[in-house]
């Protein structure tokens, strides 16, 4: 027998012993329908292996990579260290999960001593293919000797194929955790049967040997005048084991427990206080304990019996009961159950309920309440989920849920969406009053200024300071507005003022909003280049690419600008490797953008492409400047832009007069050092490179720059903007 996560009727050595010699295989995998025994299996196996198991039951909230990610690794943190850079990836993007998060959680597993066991239960309420993905991915990573073991009502798509190729996965399916004969007869006399062996076999037959099927046929069996005749009238389908459920199970039981079990269906998991809360009662913790002691439909999921589960086939039926017979009840119910997760901060359990409550906008206002915090966190994800629990016309019909899909159309750089949704809720308030029409005017200029500024920085920077203003002190915008209100500053010549402006932003969005801090920082540093501080403005751009890795943005197109003034810098310093690492990040998560607010669009470009003119691709270089140009139209009020793109177009055409195109990456990285006082073996000593090999690639500077000396090479890159700023012009007296 076992107490805990689950309750076995009869032992199943069978089972067991074939997952104890699974040992080599990474995945084991328990496919079948509900009602086999999965979950119980899996609770029975874990006493009797060395290993420590690490458990995580999931629910439809993990079907959002971020918190699937935090989810296991809060699992695996019960057995060992999971290292903090782990979490601060999850607070960036899903693709951050994926690609940075997992393999730093897989690291602190491979520096553990001992093998373990990830045991995830249910795994078919888990279906986006990202975070499929992750499950995956921790399959192929986990050190020798461990296993993931997986319970799901149908295979995963994680493409198991090659694992069943290399025979590294071990399967258990419905036909395998199907009662056998001896089984069945052993459950039976666990309930005080004896049947006739006919009857045994013909009880199994009907069943096909469903445990589900066969514990509710003990049960009715045991209160038989003649057990064996009933045995043979019995019938094992689905559908009739659900009516079994009901007539059989659910009607004998006394009227204060069958309502206590109706009500409290809608719960996924159980405890006294949620239980207490929800029927406006006390003593559901007592209940609970008592029904999980007698009856295998009700499991106690932890060893203090503090967590409870109903079985599936049970927690279906009393659902679907309590919507047809007490449809209001059911509402009210879950208006608890939103306020009791809501004032625990739990949302992701709070959300389905509040929507299911019938107040869409008391729903819509809890989803608002977060909506900031999981886009600026990588959770664009659940948010949309949250908006599928509603219809298009409900969303479009309420102005809150409008700004909510604004919101997550930001997160995924769709400007155009963002207009869309700031302009349909703002048309909302100019129809029907309402006593939070400012606040929602307020939000909506600053999602809209964020994302969609299409009239120009300036206004962008009122609405920005309006918000900021009228927010409460702890709402996470706040960070975005002090950015918007920077960038607009900066841009129309206001150095001083924007610097103030970024620097908070850069403050508030270290922990609430980490993408707000990356550019901050990234802005901050386009200010230190303007006042010819390069080594200013490496520390901001070094800060805001290592924020920009350590909290997984890679996958955000609104970070574009990071990547981007991280190569502009590298390049002025003259570290063209990466320089073009970084630039060739900024093109792609800029390619990414959709209609996004043109002073972004245009200030990236701009950055790309003063980075490419010193990387030898000026042909590159004049598509970003082009491109910025067309953009710059759309932000006629921006000077610092217009001036920006006149330098950019001037370096460009000082590169291509000079021969600037057809300079090597090493021919680059030497002429960097000429400038300074080091002699032709001094930087043959610092770049790992013997002398005649630096006196070749000096006489092909010259060449190429149509110069005749070290100091004539100098003069001719700054003027073609091949250096960056600092150094002695003039040579030492060591020439070729």
């Not at 809360?277 to 609970?288: F, K, W, Y």
């Amino acid at each position: 027998m076992r107490r805990g996560r689950g309750q076995s009727i009869i032992p199943r050595e069978r089972l067991i012993s074939g997952l104890k010699q699974s040992g080599e295989s990474a995945i084991v995998l328990i496919s079948a329908p509900a009602g086999f025994g999965k979950s119980t299996v899996l609770a029975d196996w874990e006493p009797v292996d060395p290993r420590p198991f690490a458990w995580l039951t999931l629910a439809e909230r993990h079907d959002d990579p971020v918190l699937l990610t935090e989810s296991i690794a809060g699992a695996l943190a019960k057995l060992a260290p999971v290292g903090e850079d782990v979490y601060l990836a999850l607070n960036g993007s899903k693709e951050g999960a994926l690609n940075v998060a997992v393999p730093r959680l897989l690291e602190s597993l491979h520096r553990g001593d001992a093998p373990i066991v990830l045991a995830l239960d249910d795994v078919h309420e888990v279906s986006d293919p990202d975070s499929l993905s992750i499950i995956r991915t921790i399959a192929h990573g986990l050190p020798k000797g461990s296993q993931l073991a997986l319970a799901s009502r149908s295979e995963p798509a994680i493409r198991l194929g090659r694992f069943r190729a290399n025979r590294d996965l071990f399967e258990l399916e419905a036909g395998d955790l199907a009662m056998t004969r001896q089984e069945t007869d052993a459950m039976l006399r666990a309930f005080g049967l004896r049947l006739d062996p006919k009857s045994v076999d013909v009880l199994r037959e009907r069943t096909e040997g469903w445990p589900a099927a066969l514990y509710l046929a003990a049960l009715s069996l045991g209160e038989a005048a003649d057990p064996d005749a009933d045995a043979r009238r019995f019938a094992g389908d689905d559908r009739l084991v659900v009516d079994y459920l009901r007539d059989e199970f659910f009607d004998h039981l006394d009227p204060d427990t069958a309502s206590f079990l109706t009500r409290t269906s809608i719960l996924g998991e159980l405890s006294g206080d949620l239980c207490d809360a929800v029927l406006d009662s006390e003593g559901s913790a007592s209940t609970l304990r008592d029904l999980a002691r007698s009856n295998a439909l009700v499991k106690s999921l932890d060893s203090k019996d503090h967590s409870f589960k109903y079985h599936s086939l049970l927690r279906d039926m009393l659902v679907a009961e309590l919507h047809h017979h007490h449809p209001r009840e059911e509402l009210e119910l879950r208006g608890r159950a939103a306020n009791w997760y809501a004032a625990r901060g739990d949302y992701d359990s709070a959300v389905p309920h509040a929507a299911a409550s019938g107040n869409i906008e008391a729903a819509a206002s809890l989803i608002w309440s977060q909506a900031g915090i999981y886009t600026t966190t990588g959770r664009v994800t659940t948010v949309k989920r949250w908006l599928n629990l509603f219809n298009e016309a409900q969303i479009a019909n309420s102005p809150v849920l409008c700004l909510v899909r604004a919101t997550a159309e930001l997160g995924s750089g769709n400007g155009a969406e963002v207009a869309h949704w700031t302009a349909r809720a703002r048309a909302h308030l100019d129809a029907t009053p309402r006593d939070d029409a400012e606040a929602i005017r307020v939000a909506a200029g600053a999602i809209e200024a964020c994302g969609a500024a299409r009239d120009g920085v300036v206004s962008m920077g009122t609405r920005a300071v309006e918000a900021f203003t009228l927010m409460a002190a702890e709402d996470p915008w706040r960070s975005s507005c002090r950015l918007i209100e920077g960038v607009s500053l900066h841009l129309t010549g206001q150095p001083a003022l924007a610097r103030v402006a970024l620097e908070d932003a850069a403050r508030r969005g270290i922990v609430v909003a980490p993408g707000i801090n990356t550019l901050a920082l990234a802005q901050l540093a386009l200010l230190a280049l303007d006042e010819d501080d390069l080594i200013e403005a490496r520390r901001l751009s070094q800060e805001s690419i290592e924020r920009f890795r350590l909290n997984a943005l890679a996958g955000n197109p609104a970070q574009a600008l990071v990547p981007a003034v991280a190569g502009f810098v590298e390049a002025q310093r003259g570290d063209p490797a990466s320089a073009d690492r970084e630039t060739k990040r900024a093109v792609k998560l800029l390619s990414k953008l959709n209609d996004f607010s043109p002073w972004l669009r245009t200030e990236t470009r701009i950055v790309i492409a003063r980075a490419l003119v010193r990387l030898d691709d000026v042909p590159g270089a004049s598509r970003q400047i082009a491109d910025a140009g067309r953009e710059l139209r759309l932000t006629p009020d921006a000077p610092q832009l217009a001036q920006w793109l006149i330098t950019a177009e001037k370096e460009a055409d000082a590169a291509t007069m000079s021969g600037r195109s057809s300079l090597t990456k090493m021919e680059l990285r030497v002429l960097q050092f000429l400038p300074g006082h080091l002699s032709f073996p001094g930087i043959a000593e610092e770049l790992v490179l013997s002398l005649n090999t630096v006196k070749t690639h000096v006489r092909a500077i010259y060449m190429k720059l149509d110069v005749s000396s070290r100091a004539e090479a100098v003069t001719c890159a700054r003027g073609a903007g091949l250096l960056g700023e600092g150094g002695d012009p003039s040579p030492p007296s060591q020439e070729l």
